[in-house]
């Protein structure tokens, strides 16, 4: 498996402000993905990030909202921009095609509150 | 650490009991599936996949299930431990490797 870091772990942040989060992997990997956990909740994609082209956003996100960058195969930021009070969740980045295993490997996650 | 099992279903079983845990899964195109634990303030750790032309597949102390008839897939922990104690999730791709699915997710909580 592939050892995944996210910057920040958590974050207390005002309405109206952006927060980009950092995704790190320890190995080169094809595939990097953002999720949404939201209270309670279960786990719904944001989107596919691409590595040198725009992201793959799933239905009921944008780009505007959720700015996304793949400079490398390594690493991917996430921005919530904008930000209310229900952008609150919890926020993992997922690899898979880790280390020539074929499955998806998730990040500890960055814990968002909005205040 | 916050809980992220608040609304979920709760099976509760006695440590050294099997569990089982159900899950539906939504897409009869749906040909790989994944089980995830998630242990509060931490991100979902892999536990067992398995392809749709298999219909079970065993690991340690883990056996997945699936019943492509009806869409369903179980995952049995046996001898459970207190440190089973976590949320589970299943999840489904179109695509070995893909984008997944998450299902609602059920919390384990093993009682000594």
């Known amino acids: 498996s592939a050892v995944i870091s996210q910057k920040p772990s958590r974050d207390i942040c005002q309405r109206g402000t952006s927060l980009t989060i950092q995704c790190q992997v320890d190995?080169?990997?094809?595939?990097m993905f953002w999720y949404r956990q939201q209270p309670g909740q279960s786990l719904t994609l944001i989107a596919t990030?691409?590595?040198?082209?725009?992201?793959?956003?799933e239905s009921g996100f944008v780009i505007d909202k959720f700015p996304i960058s793949r400079p490398n195969l390594t690493f991917s930021t996430l921005t919530v921009s904008n930000m209310s009070p229900e952008d609150s969740s919890i926020y993992l980045c997922?690899?898979?095609?880790?280390?020539?295993?074929?499955?998806?490997?998730f990040g500890p996650g960055t814990r968002l509150l909005v205040l | 650490g916050e809980s992220v099992g608040l609304h979920l279903p709760t099976l509760s079983v006695q440590e050294g009991d099997n569990s089982i845990i159900n899950c539906a899964y939504s897409?009869?195109?749906?040909?790989?599936f994944i089980w995830y634990k998630q242990e509060s303030g931490k991100g979902p750790q892999f536990i067992i996949d398995?392809?749709?032309?298999?219909d079970k597949r065993q690991g340690q102390r883990v056996t997945v299930l699936l019943n492509k008839t009806v869409k369903h897939l179980s995952l049995q922990i046996a001898a459970t431990q207190p440190g089973d104690s976590a949320v589970y999730f299943c999840?489904?791709?179109?695509?070995?490797?893909?984008?997944?699915?998450f299902g609602a997710g059920t919390i384990l909580r093993v009682k000594s």
């Open positions: 997922s690899v898979d095609r880790a280390g020539g295993e074929e499955t998806q490997y």
């Open positions: 190995s080169q990997v094809t595939m």
């Open positions: 990030a691409n590595q040198g082209s725009e992201a793959t956003y």
């Open positions: 897409n009869s195109a749906s040909d790989y």
């Open positions: 398995i392809r749709s032309n298999m």
């Open positions: 999840a489904e791709s179109m695509e070995y490797g893909n984008k997944l699915v």
